[in-house]
């Protein structure tokens, strides 16, 4: 009986000592996160100058990683590219997809469903009840390359740049459109002419 009450009063004095040590610890973080907001204010909109010699190093090693990245990056050969999200309402996304690969467009999307590869398959395959041919590309560098902001988006590339679309108009309105005044016309004409 004597060693059980001594084994609850250790308990019960490990258990005062470990709240007080949370509490100095969370006191303490509080306030180096006020010295952090404080910190950021101070140098908010605060722009340093590199001497010339030093920003042409920082440009020359931009440019080599930039190079080094692109090398990297295998050539896919998506010269059409569709760009969607799990956000569009489930039937619109499934009629848009169906449409943009039916003009030959791969449908893109940013990234994972909360970055969970379980909740985007889980979307996958509630989708592909609905159209068994459903599928989406998962490509955040094309959003980069193409400086894609918002979605649906349609993308052309050809040898003289590309055309980005922005809307939820039909794919043949917008491949309409870059025909007539598009970078790409002559590509839109040709994916109009096979329609």
């Known amino acids: ?7 609850i009063m250790c308990i019960l004095s490990i258990n005062t000592t470990y709240a007080e040590i949370t509490k100095q610890d969370e006191l303490y973080l509080k306030q180096k ?19 010339q010699s030093q920003q042409q190093k920082v440009d020359e090693s931009m440019n080599d990683i930039k190079n080094n990245i692109q090398e990297q990056q295998p ?11 799990f956000s569009i309402p489930d039937n619109g996304l499934i009629q848009i997809v169906k449409d943009a690969k039916s003009y030959g467009f791969t449908p893109v999307i940013r990234g994972l469903i909360n970055n969970d590869y379980a909740a985007t398959a889980k979307k996958v395959f509630e989708l592909t009840k609905t159209d068994k041919d459903f599928g989406v590309a998962i490509d955040p560098f094309y959003y980069k390359q193409f400086n894609i902001k918002a979605v649906p988006a ?8 590309y055309d980005v679309i922005y809307g939820s ?3 043949k309105e917008d491949l309409k459109n870059i025909a007539k005044n598009g970078q790409c016309k002559k590509d839109a004409e040709l994916i109009l002419s096979k329609g």
Do not use: H, N, W
């Open 154 to 161: 349609m993308v052309i590339q050809c040898k003289l740049g």
């Open 1 to 7: 009986m004597r060693l059980y009450l001594i084994t």
């Open 169 to 171: 108009l039909p794919i």
């Open 33 to 51: 996160q006020r010295d952090l907001q404080e910190f950021k204010k101070d140098v908010q909109g605060f722009q340093y100058a590199l001497p």
């Open 75 to 85: 050539d896919k050969g998506d010269k059409l590219l569709y760009f969607v999200s």
